[in-house]
């Protein structure tokens, strides 16, 4: 399984589109590891990105007045939070990637 990036998710600035390209990358990578200490690597990296990129983002939907941040700023927070999940299931050795009914890619 992997999590497809499309023209759709565009957001029409440059650094925020890299970076939802990059946290793309990313999770691609975290879902190609089949074993614990290369998924709690990448795991780490990942939420060490998604951190920075999520203040990034909310900085700059701050500075531009966005209508929209507090939905945003919640999604933020569920991202970090189903990452919180894989981090124990890493840890519990019960991570199996699959694809379930009702996934959504994060935005």
Request: proline content about 4%.
């Amino acid at each position: 399984m992997t999590v497809q990036w499309t023209d759709a998710l565009k957001t029409g600035d440059a650094e925020i589109d890299a970076q939802h390209l990059e946290l793309f990358r990313r999770v691609n990578l975290l879902l190609a590891m089949t074993d614990t200490i290369s998924q709690t690597k990448c795991l780490i990296s990942l939420f060490k990105f998604t951190r920075e990129h999520s203040s990034h983002e909310e900085s700059v939907m701050r500075k531009i007045r966005c209508p929209d941040i507090f939905p945003h700023l919640i999604e933020h927070n569920e991202l970090l939070t189903q990452l919180n999940r894989v981090a124990e299931s890493i840890a519990n050795e019960t991570f199996v990637v699959t694809t379930q009914p009702g996934f959504r890619q994060p935005y």
